[in-house]
């Protein structure tokens, strides 16, 4: 198993490290190469957002967020460097629908894109955070995943066709069914959790973020006090250093070291 993490989305927010902590953020994506194909973790911001910003992903957050929409930092333009056939995509696994996670399902419209019951659920009602337009292309879903042992006292599921290795996790609080993606390297020993936006900025894990991150974090939440729930459970695994943490925009992994 290899795991690629890779920017699929510059953001320049207004104010920049002064009020957010931070002179730019990402959005990070995981690709990982299994021994017959690769799976997808979220897909950034893709070509036809690129290519059509206002209807995709809204003025209004173009405005607020000022992504670069380069081509460039596509994820299937990533495989070129990495030479890799995006056509190997087998699988897309969400961590939750928000537009700046799932741009790019478009770009790979054979993948079958796996996510708990209630972000599907939450893109099939038109809920908050759904821009129709980023699923007009018609999803190919997989069968919803199966009930596994919990990891960490938290509920997980396997994917259906997937290894048991590669699991989503509940994390729950930033929007309906969000949740986590654990990624176990078993010949290594080593486990990654993937936490979407169960936190936007490693200084939320020891309390000390500027207030504009906690600001907005409140300002994007489903569930607070699920939210903050799941911040501490992230915070307490910072700090046992036992997984490796990444989450979707922090330029700086909230724990360890990039491996790509």
């Given at each position: ?18 009020v ?7 959005c ?174 490693r ?19 489903h ?35 990039d491996r790509?």
């Amino acid at each position: 198993m290899r795991i690629h993490e890779l920017n699929c989305g510059t953001l320049h927010v207004p104010g920049g490290a002064a009020v957010f902590g931070s002179s730019h953020f990402v959005c990070r994506c995981l690709l990982i190469e299994l021994e017959d194909r690769l799976v997808a973790v979220d897909t950034g911001i893709g070509l036809r957002d690129v290519e059509s910003p206002g209807p995709r992903l809204g003025e209004d957050w173009v405005a607020q967020v000022g992504p670069v929409l380069d081509p460039g930092e596509t994820l299937f333009a990533r495989f070129g460097s990495l030479g890799l056939d995006p056509r190997d995509v087998s699988d897309v696994v969400l961590t939750h629908h928000h537009r700046d996670h799932a741009g790019g399902l478009a770009d790979f419209p054979w993948a079958r894109v796996h996510a708990t019951r209630a972000c599907r659920a939450a893109v099939e009602a038109g809920g908050e955070g759904v821009m129709p337009a980023q699923w007009a292309h018609g999803v190919r879903w997989a069968p919803a995943p199966v009930p596994a042992v919990p990891w960490r006292g938290q509920t997980s599921w396997t994917l259906d066709g997937l290894p048991a290795s590669l699991r989503l996790v509940a994390l729950a609080g930033h929007s309906p069914g969000h949740a986590g993606v654990l990624v176990e390297d078993v010949l290594r020993g080593r486990e990654l959790l993937h936490v979407g936006d169960a936190v936007h900025h490693r200084a939320q894990l020891t309390r000390t973020a500027p207030p504009a991150v906690e600001a907005f974090a409140a300002s994007a939440q489903h569930d607070e006090a699920a939210r903050l729930r799941t911040q501490r459970l992230l915070a307490e695994l910072a700090d046992e250093g036992s997984v490796r943490l990444v989450n979707s925009h922090d330029p700086v992994p909230l724990t360890g070291r990039d491996r790509t």
